[in-house]
């Protein structure tokens, strides 16, 4: 280690715990939980050991990571530090954004002892709020960096409806239509890429329809945090105040990433506080519901529970058939019918992945003067659905599924009923049915030899229960996500 700088140490030490886990695990799983992890920063702990922190983007991957590996990454990293080393999973604020007043200073390390990098105390110029003044933000002021901004074209009218979002654009469409009398706050929570942002612009176009002098905020939750450390250098609280307090409607988006960041915490619990006593709305994604935000203090989650908290779903079949159909009309290229339907077959994470393959069809047929037809999407879109292919099949869904809710793989084909192990065998089917080309007989041999009323006893079960269990419904997402890769 002659010459290895600290951060180079610990960089090193990554480096090699994750060759070890790529030899462990099998490389889907590598790829899809541990590769896309920045190096873990490592700090000496008060005694001799070591604390390792892995930064992961949302509570998902975290819980995941903390069942599934937690205990093995541990064990690889102490046997190569030489040192006991602890993992600790800290939900990603993107780096720099962390508050200076909730960062604890970590054990200083001895010079010979890997250190943690040291923490930005300002964040870094790509993260600063594009606009720093007094805060009516307006469509037609909207600046480069759509993110901070309201976006005129994200409105009720653009928003596909469908069962997945209903509640959410239901009380949604209630609040635009009347501002800080109920729902306050509005708290919508769901996947990645599910309209949540979308949703809450629409709210902000309604209303400057409606009252163009309304005082309306869009921002991320990071740019929240950027102002809260800005204003903590400068002792510029008074600003801070002056431009969260006078709002009518302020728009949060992924207040997750509030987690850990104790002064950004309390200045939006005082932002919080006096917006709801004037009246004013306040609307905020999240990746979760309130009660599920980690490190996040709980006075402020009783109050992000405290007005109405809806879920967006992934959309259905059908949703995302209508998604298509109506972002291709507006790209002025009608798209048929049984080409959406394909497409929204084979494409199922998420609106914006539905985007891009919708881009890369419309693209496709473009350049080469054909028409949108099946085949034409088969071509444009073989990339991706080689990967499925190659990804999905359903030995691979019976492992994912029986490590996730920890049972033994040989219990997706035994005939044991205990509901722990029923019930996961039964996602497997139904995973099984949505995710492969198999029919119901061939998914039955696979899971022991089941009948095929079985299996589709347990499709519609699971499929059913998944439109009114919005935890199972996280849980499947996230099984799908895997498996995808
Ligand atoms: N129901 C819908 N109808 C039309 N477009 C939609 C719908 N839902 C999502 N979209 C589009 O999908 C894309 C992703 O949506 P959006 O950015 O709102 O997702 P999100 O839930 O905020 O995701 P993230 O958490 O990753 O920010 C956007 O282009 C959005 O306009």
């Given at each position: 280690?002659v ?12 480096r ?8 462990e ?8 939980w541990i590769?896309?992890l920045?190096p873990?920063?490592v700090?000496?702990d ?10 992961v ?5 975290r819980?995941?990571?903390?069942r599934?590996y937690?205990?093995?990454i ?5 046997e ?7 993992l ?6 993107r780096?720099?954004?962390a ?5 604890a ?5 001895q010079?010979?002892?890997?250190a ?8 870094s110029a790509?993260?600063?709020?594009v ?29 596909v409806p ?5 509640m959410?654009?239901?009380?949604a469409?209630?609040?635009a ?15 990645v ?12 176009n309604a ?22 450390v800005k204003?903590?250098?400068?002792k ?12 009518d409607?302020l728009l949060?988006?992924d207040v997750?990433?509030?987690a850990?960041?104790?002064r950004t ?11 709801l006593?004037?009246r004013?709305?306040?609307i ?6 309130p009660?599920g935000l ?5 006075r402020?989650?009783?109050?992000f529970?405290a007005?109405l908290?809806?879920a967006i ?22 798209m ?29 047929a473009?350049?080469?003067h ?18 499925q292919?190659?990804q ?7 492992k994912?599924?029986a ?8 219990d ?6 205990p509901?722990s ?15 492969t080309?198999k029919?119901?007989p061939?998914i039955g ?17 699971i499929?059913g229960?998944?439109?009114k269990?919005?935890e199972?419904?996280?849980q ?9 890769g």
């Open positions: 280690m010459g290895m700088g600290a951060a180079d140490w610990a960089a090193d030490l990554w090699r715990g994750c060759e070890r886990l790529a030899t695990l099998p490389e889907q799983q590598f790829n899809t590769r896309p920045p873990a920063t700090a000496g008060s005694g001799d050991g070591l604390v390792a922190t892995l930064k983007p949302n509570h998902f991957k819980d995941w990571i903390r599934q937690a205990a093995r541990e064990a690889i990293l102490t190569l530090a030489g040192r006991p080393t602890r600790e999973l800290a939900l990603a604020a780096d720099a954004a508050a200076p007043a909730s960062v200073a970590p054990a200083m390390p010079p010979h002892q890997p943690a990098p040291a923490q930005a105390a300002e964040p790509a993260l600063r709020p606009v720093n003044t007094p805060t009516i933000v307006l469509p037609s002021q909207a600046p480069a960096s759509a993110k901070h901004r309201i976006n005129p074209q994200l409105t009720f009218d653009t928003l469908g069962r997945a979002n209903q959410a654009r239901t009380a469409l209630h609040v239509g009347a501002p800080g009398i109920t729902y306050n706050p509005l708290f919508i929570y769901g996947g890429g599910l309209g949540k942002t979308h949703l809450i612009h629409a709210v902000g209303l400057l329809k409606d009252r163009p002098d309304a005082r309306v905020l869009y921002l991320h939750a990071e740019q929240f945090i950027s102002d809260v204003n903590y250098q400068r510029t609280f008074d600003e801070l105040k002056a431009k969260y307090h006078s709002l409607l949060i988006d997750q990433f509030f850990g960041k104790d915490q309390e200045e939006f619990f005082n932002a919080f506080e006096a917006l006593a004037k004013a709305h306040i905020m994604t999240s990746d979760t519901y009660k980690v490190d996040i203090d709980e402020l989650t009783s109050r529970d007005g908290t809806v779903e992934p959309p259905e079949l059908e949703m995302r058939v209508a998604i298509l159909i109506k972002k291709a009309d507006a790209e002025g290229t009608p048929p019918e049984d080409v959406a339907f394909f497409i929204a077959k084979n494409v199922r994470a998420n609106v914006r992945e539905l985007e891009g393959a919708l881009r890369k069809v419309l693209a496709y473009k350049f080469s054909k028409e949108i037809t099946i085949t034409l999407a088969r071509e444009a879109l073989k990339d991706l659905l080689s990967i292919n190659r999905i099949g359903v030995e691979n869904i019976q994912t599924v490590d996730f809710y920890k049972i033994k793989v040989a997706m084909y035994s005939k044991k009923r509901a192990i029923a019930r996961p065998r039964q996602i497997a089917m139904y995973l099984a049915k949505e995710l080309q029919s119901l061939e041999e696979l899971f022991g030899g089941r009948d095929h009323t079985t299996v589709l006893h347990a499709v519609r079960k499929g229960e998944r439109q269990n919005s199972l419904n996280q499947l997402h996230v099984l799908e996500q895997t498996l995808k």
